[in-house]
């Protein structure tokens, strides 16, 4: 097999996306079934950190709406981000993978709290970090958080598993006439409002020159195939 192209990735999944088919709470058989691929980039030498969103949950801005203040809706969702990080460290570590979780929120009693270089250190000696709680702040979403992590610990890509198989000129469910890119630049996700992460997300990863690679979850080998080189989905970058 050949060498894998990144060698340490930032890998964000959607909390939907653990739910598999269901609209709400976790599907084990998918979870297990990402934490099998994640296993074998592992075992390949891929330094992997891995945020979780929560709207299989709780999502604060939706959920919470006009009915609740908006900083308490939104650590609700972070809340939720830790269940979904919990329940993949559980799926890992029956797997034998080393694992981490670590909190941008305090809860000592269940995870170690965020700090850059214990989570450099732990990915150095092979284990997987999970990140839960986004930035720890309200107003900032998860693919924010993904972001910051990402930079943070110097990935060299950001893998962005969704339910979609990549960036559409629109919403491919409304118009089908929709076109999926292979390429596309940061400049160009901001100027059309495409739909890859939200604007502060985006203009970090622009800022950072991360590359980003959004691809469906549905299959989760599609994560191997990211990491070995393969062209899968969309790739959001400064430049081709």
Same mark, same amino acid.
Not at 73 to 98: F, K, S, Y
Not at 131 to 156: K, Q
């Given at each position: 097999m050949s060498e894998p192209k990144y060698k340490r990735i930032l890998l964000k999944i959607s909390g939907e996306a653990l739910a598999g088919g269901k609209e709400r709470g976790l599907d084990f058989e998918m979870i297990g079934k990402v934490c099998d691929v994640?296993?074998?980039?592992?075992? /390949?030498?891929?330094?992997?950190?891995?945020?979780?969103?929560?709207?299989?949950?709780? &999502?604060? /801005?939706?959920?919470?709406?006009? +009915?609740?203040? &908006? !900083?308490?809706?939104?650590?609700?969702?972070? /809340?939720?981000?830790?269940?979904?990080?919990?329940?993949?460290?559980?799926? /890992?570590?029956? &797997?034998?993978?080393?694992? +981490?979780?670590?909190?941008?929120?305090?809860?000592?009693?269940?995870?170690?709290?965020?700090? +850059?270089?214990?989570?450099? +250190?732990?990915?150095?000696?092979? &284990?997987?970090?999970?990140?839960?709680?986004? !930035?720890?702040?309200?107003?900032? @979403? !998860?693919? !924010?958080?993904?972001?910051?992590?990402?930079?943070?610990?110097?990935?060299?890509?950001?893998?962005?598993?969704?339910?979609?198989?990549?960036?559409? @000129?629109?919403?491919p469910k409304k118009d089908p006439n929709a076109v999926r890119y292979d390429h596309i630049t940061y400049d160009e996700v901001l100027a059309k409002h495409l739909s890859v992460m939200d604007t502060t997300a985006t203009s970090l990863s622009m800022d950072n020159n991360i590359p980003i690679v959004l691809f469906a979850l549905e299959d989760p080998r599609n994560i191997l195939r990211v990491v070995m080189g393969e062209q899968i989905g969309t790739t959001v970058k400064e430049e081709f």
């Open positions: 994640i296993k074998q980039c592992v075992e /390949l030498g891929v330094q992997v950190g891995v945020v979780v969103g929560g709207g299989n949950f709780w &999502r604060g /801005l939706k959920d919470g709406g006009d +009915r609740m203040e &908006r !900083t308490r809706a939104d650590h609700m969702g972070m /809340l939720a981000t830790v269940i979904n990080a919990l329940a993949v460290a559980d799926c /890992l570590e029956q &797997r034998d993978v080393p694992v +981490r979780v670590q909190t941008a929120i305090a809860m000592n009693a269940i995870a170690e709290p965020y700090i +850059r270089g214990k989570a450099v +250190r732990h990915l150095e000696k092979g &284990r997987v970090v999970i990140f839960g709680c986004g !930035t720890g702040n309200p107003y900032f @979403s !998860t693919d !924010t958080g993904a972001v910051l992590r990402a930079a943070e610990i110097e990935a060299d890509a950001i893998l962005l598993a969704k339910n979609v198989d990549g960036v559409y @000129s629109a919403d």
